[in-house]
């Protein structure tokens, strides 16, 4: 039987197949191989006992893609969720997710929730900083309905993670957009007490036909990733339409005659993409090699 795993704690798999949610174990040949099940992951399984709903996964199937943080598999994009205000956004935080996404190949949409917090005029300055960066950037209120039509229309047909610090309205986000969010963790929680709705862990929702939620775990920081420091500047999209800088492999940071700094002074960049850039060129360069 086929199933795709939506919730995975302590070593038990829950897989939603057509039959119904499955509390699977993995097989020890992932230990050995060193693989481990994620969410999103389509899989291979045995039923044990039917009249309990249990099985064993017996094979992963191929992933289109795998993401490191949050863990999990077959995402067709992420959408990252920051407050426009209580508490204030820490856009370097933010730009740290992006960058990570992009490293991993994984289209973002940006949202700012509480939109009713704040002034219109800041709405409209969070969202320049960000027009540039290569993806769409919602202001709404999930407390006021306002602007979740638009954002229903960039999740519709996708697999989407749904990811951002704690405190923004994450939660409130996803019960909004599957109403029926608690109905369908009541289908894990009855079979363990420790299944209960939280996101401490991943856990795939079903919004509509061949649209899916998957609520990750809140995070307050990101460290600085496996990357030469070279390589920082080919995940910030805006640095891509200036390639005509003086020197061949510009980092654009010191060197003269670079042509991302003109377009920084031209007000063509964003200063704050640009300052979270150096911050983040410096960490990479700072970084000790072991």
Same mark, same amino acid.
């Given at each position: 039987?086929?199933?795709?795993i939506i919730?995975?704690i302590? $070593?038990?798999?829950?897989?939603r197949t057509k039959?119904?949610?499955y509390?699977?174990?993995?097989k020890?040949i992932?230990?050995?191989? *060193?693989r481990k099940p994620?969410?999103?992951?389509d899989?291979?399984?045995t039923v ?7 099985g ?5 199937l191929?992933?289109?893609?795998e993401?490191?943080?949050p ?7 992420a959408?990252? #969720?920051f407050?426009?205000?209580?508490p204030?956004?820490?856009?370097n935080?933010?730009d740290?997710f992006?960058i990570?996404m992009?490293k991993? $190949?994984?289209?973002?949409v940006i949202c ?12 409209g *300055?969070?969202?320049?900083?960000y027009r540039? @960066?290569? @993806?769409?950037v919602?202001c709404v209120?999930a407390?006021?309905?306002r602007?979740i039509g638009?954002?229903?229309a960039?999740?519709r ?8 610090p704690s $405190?923004?309205g994450?939660s409130?986000?996803?019960?909004l957009?599957v109403p029926?969010?608690?109905?369908q963790t009541?289908?894990?929680s009855?079979? #363990?007490?420790r299944?209960r709705h939280?996101?401490r862990?991943?856990?795939?929702? #079903?919004?509509?036909?061949?649209t899916f939620?998957m609520?990750?775990p809140g995070f ?5 990733w ?15 339409p200036?390639?005509a800088?003086?020197f061949?492999g510009c ?19 964003? *200063?704050q993409?640009?300052e979270?850039y ?5 960490e ?7």
């Open positions: 039987m086929q199933g795709k919730k995975g302590a $070593g038990f798999y829950y897989v039959s119904g949610v509390e699977c174990r993995a020890g992932f230990r050995k191989d *060193r994620l969410v999103g992951d899989v291979e399984m044990l006992q039917e009249e309990e709903q249990e064993n996964i017996d094979e992963i191929p992933r289109k893609n993401l490191i943080r863990a999990a598999a077959n995402i067709d994009q959408l990252v #969720i407050a426009a205000a209580k204030k956004p820490n856009l935080l933010l740290r992006l990570a992009e991993q $190949g994984v289209p973002s700012f929730n509480k939109a009713d917090a704040v002034p219109e005029e800041e709405c *300055r969070l969202q320049d900083i540039k @960066c290569g @993806c769409p919602l209120s407390l006021e309905g602007g638009d954002l229903r960039l999740l047909g996708k697999t989407t993670a749904v990811a951002g $405190g923004v994450k409130t986000m996803v019960n957009l029926d969010a608690g109905m009541g289908e894990i009855r079979k #363990i007490d299944g939280t996101t862990h991943s856990e795939i929702f #079903i919004v509509e036909e061949d939620l609520d990750t307050s920081s990101l460290d600085v496996d990357m030469a420091k070279e390589d920082l500047k080919d995940y910030m999209p805006e640095f891509a200036y390639g800088c003086r061949l980092t654009h940071t010191h060197e003269p005659d670079c042509a991302v700094k003109a377009a920084l002074e031209a007000g063509e960049i964003s *200063r993409r640009y979270d150096l911050e983040m060129y410096e990479l360069k700072n970084r000790k090699r072991y």
